[in-house]
C-alpha cells in the first residue's frame, strides 16, 4: 500500500537530506572562512585522509558526490598542492589521488574542529541515541545500496 505524504517534512529523504546539510553546513562555515575549502573540497580531503589513495571513481562512490562535483573538487585541490595524482597502471584513464604533504598537514588541522563540531551537534543525543542512530543510518544505506542494485 502507498502512503501519500501530507508534509514535505514527513518525508524521510527530505529530512535526511536537511539534517545532512544543516550538520555540514556548520561545519563547512569553519573550514570555509579559516581554510577557503568548499564542502566538496572537504569531503575529497576527508576521504583521502581516511584511505590514502582514490581514483576519481572511487572518490564519486565514497562521497554518493556525482562525478562532474569530484572532478571540480580534485581539479582546485590539485591547483592549491593539496592532493597529487599518480598513474594508474591498471586503468591508464585514471589516476591515483592522495593528499600532499600539505594536504596531509589541513587534514590533521581541520579534522579536529569537524569532530569539534559533530560532538556538539550530538551532544543532543545519549550514549545509547547515538549508537542507535549510527545502527540505524547503516540499515538505511545498506538498503538502499540493495535496492540500487536490483
Do not use: C
Not at 572518490?59 to 580534485?74: C, I, S
Not at 594508474?88 to 594536504?103: K, P, V, W, Y
Amino acid at each position: 500500500m502507498t502512503r501519500s505524504i501530507t508534509h514535505l517534512a514527513d518525508f524521510l529523504p527530505y529530512r535526511l537530506s536537511v539534517t545532512s546539510n544543516a550538520v555540514s553546513d556548520l561545519i563547512a562555515r569553519e573550514y570555509r572562512s579559516r581554510f577557503g575549502l568548499k564542502i566538496p573540497e572537504w569531503r575529497v580531503m576527508a576521504v583521502l585522509g581516511d584511505v590514502g589513495e582514490a581514483t576519481q571513481r572511487e572518490l564519486v562512490a565514497a562521497t554518493r558526490m556525482d562525478k562532474v562535483a569530484v572532478n571540480r573538487a580534485t581539479k582546485t585541490l590539485g591547483e592549491r598542492a593539496l592532493i597529487q595524482r599518480a598513474p594508474n597502471m591498471a586503468d591508464g584513464r585514471s589516476h591515483h589521488l592522495a593528499l600532499t604533504a600539505a594536504g596531509r598537514a589541513l587534514y590533521a588541522e581541520i579534522m579536529p574542529l569537524a569532530l569539534q563540531m559533530e560532538g556538539q551537534v550530538m551532544t543532543v543525543l545519549s550514549d545509547t541515541e547515538r549508537l542507535q542512530l549510527s545502527g540505524l543510518l547503516g540499515k538505511l544505506l545498506a538498503r538502499a545500496d540493495a535496492l540500487t542494485d536490483d
